[in-house]
């Protein structure tokens, strides 16, 4: 058996249009390994929040899980009933929604809304306890115990995420997912709010999936990266690795642009959205890839290994007779 936290395999997710079914995910697969931080990255539109609810067990009508599977801990989670899911859900896996700092109650204390969370899966617990532990929590994510007694409008973004964290935190699940957590916070915000997410993760040794679209900064905070281009992961590696030897055209493009990242405010591209739902035969990135050949047409390239634990799907490193040899070819030797 794998000693992963989290395998994904296969996972196919589709969402009811009036024009047909769109495939947001597209038979993705990869691990999570306990302790570690994986970093989901793509641009806006290519499956990531998708991908999150799918392994919460979230996805609403007019979305399905279509295929695959999703194990924690060696549990299989798409076919679990809801009550079930329901004990697993923040007690071993939890999740922070993309926008969650604004789906916070705003007529409950901060106070009730984490206690709420442990009452659920604990049941009713002493006042002294609660306040002991609910303090505890919020000085794990650097907030002072009076801020319990607040309301979510009475804090700022950064202090309203640091909120979420705890709740996310508060019956130490094994992994925690966490969707673009930061991206709602300025830069210098954005920056101190994700090393509190690392450093209590790290103190209770919980694995985490960091979902974001600045390659950028998750660089700066996750062990390896997930490329995500239209559905598809593309590019699974350590993260030096894959700034080393950046090799889907995908990844070389988010890649070649991290020295200009700060120019931040160009419209995300909306060729991945276009693509989830007209998906062209052969490579999805073949539409705006530099390097696409004949071959990138015809076949949809399987993930091939270029060098340990760095993962590819191109057919530039396809290798056979005459050609490099797929480490060769991305640049590893
Ligand atoms: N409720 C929905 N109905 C139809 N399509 C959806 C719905 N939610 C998401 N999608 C489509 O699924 C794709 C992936 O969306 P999402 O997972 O939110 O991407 P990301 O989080 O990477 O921005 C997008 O193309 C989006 O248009
Ligand atoms: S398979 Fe072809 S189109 Fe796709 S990324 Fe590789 S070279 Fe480009
Ligand atoms: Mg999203």
């Known amino acids: 058996m794998s000693d992963a936290v989290l395998e994904v395999e296969g996972l196919k997710v589709e969402y009811q249009t009036s024009s047909g079914p769109a495939v947001a995910v597209n038979g993705i697969s990869f691990q999570v390994f306990p302790g570690e931080t994986l970093g989901l990255v793509g641009e806006?539109?290519?499956?990531?929040?998708?991908?999150?609810?799918?392994?919460?067990?979230?996805?609403?009508?007019?979305?399905?899980?279509?295929?695959?599977?999703?194990?924690?801990?060696?549990?299989?989670?798409?076919?679990?009933?809801?009550?079930?899911?329901?004990?697993?859900r923040w007690q071993e896996v939890a999740l922070i929604p993309q926008g969650a700092m604004d789906s916070l109650n705003p007529v409950v204390r901060v106070d009730s809304q984490i206690a709420e969370v442990i009452e659920d899966h604990e049941g009713r617990q002493r006042f002294a306890d609660m306040h002991e532990r609910i303090t505890e929590l919020l000085g794990m994510v650097g907030l002072p115990a009076r801020v319990g007694r607040l309301y979510p409008h009475e804090l700022s973004g950064g202090m309203k995420q640091r909120v979420c964290i705890a709740m996310a935190i508060a019956l130490r699940p094994k992994l925690l997912v966490a969707d673009e957590p930061t991206s709602a916070l300025d830069?210098?915000?954005?920056?101190?709010?994700?090393?509190?997410?690392?450093?209590?993760?790290?103190?209770?040794?919980?694995?985490?999936?960091?979902?974001?679209?600045?390659?950028?900064?998750?660089?700066?905070?996750?062990?390896?990266?997930?490329?995500?281009?239209?559905?598809?992961?593309?590019?699974?590696?350590?993260?030096?690795?894959?700034?080393?030897?950046?090799?889907?055209?995908?990844?070389?493009?988010?890649?070649?642009?991290?020295?200009?990242?700060?120019?931040?405010?160009?419209?995300?591209?909306?060729?991945?959205?276009?693509?989830?739902?007209?998906?062209?035969?052969?490579?999805?990135?073949?539409?705006?890839?530099?390097?696409?050949?004949?071959?990138?047409?015809?076949?949809?390239?399987?993930?091939?290994?270029?060098?340990?634990?760095?993962?590819?799907?191109?057919?530039?490193?396809?290798?056979?007779?005459?050609?490099?040899?797929?480490?060769?070819?991305?640049?590893?030797?």
């Open 187 to 333: 830069v210098v915000v954005q920056r101190v709010v994700a090393q509190t997410l690392l450093d209590v993760t790290q103190r209770l040794g919980m694995a985490m999936i960091l979902i974001g679209h600045d390659i950028a900064l998750q660089a700066q905070l996750v062990d390896r990266m997930a490329v995500m281009y239209a559905g598809s992961i593309v590019e699974v590696g350590r993260v030096e690795s894959i700034f080393d030897h950046p090799s889907h055209p995908y990844t070389q493009l988010l890649v070649s642009s991290v020295p200009s990242i700060t120019e931040r405010r160009r419209r995300p591209s909306d060729a991945t959205v276009r693509e989830v739902h007209h998906r062209p035969s052969g490579c999805v990135f073949r539409l705006r890839c530099p390097q696409a050949f004949d071959r990138c047409r015809a076949e949809v390239p399987a993930m091939r290994e270029l060098v340990p634990g760095h993962v590819v799907a191109c057919h530039l490193y396809a290798g056979g007779s005459g050609e490099p040899a797929p480490a060769e070819a991305a640049g590893h030797v």
């Open 44 to 88: 806006s539109g290519c499956g990531k929040s998708t991908t999150a609810m799918a392994i919460l067990n979230l996805v609403q009508a007019p979305g399905r899980i279509a295929e695959g599977s999703i194990r924690l801990n060696g549990t299989e989670l798409s076919t679990l009933n809801p009550r079930s899911m329901r004990r697993i």
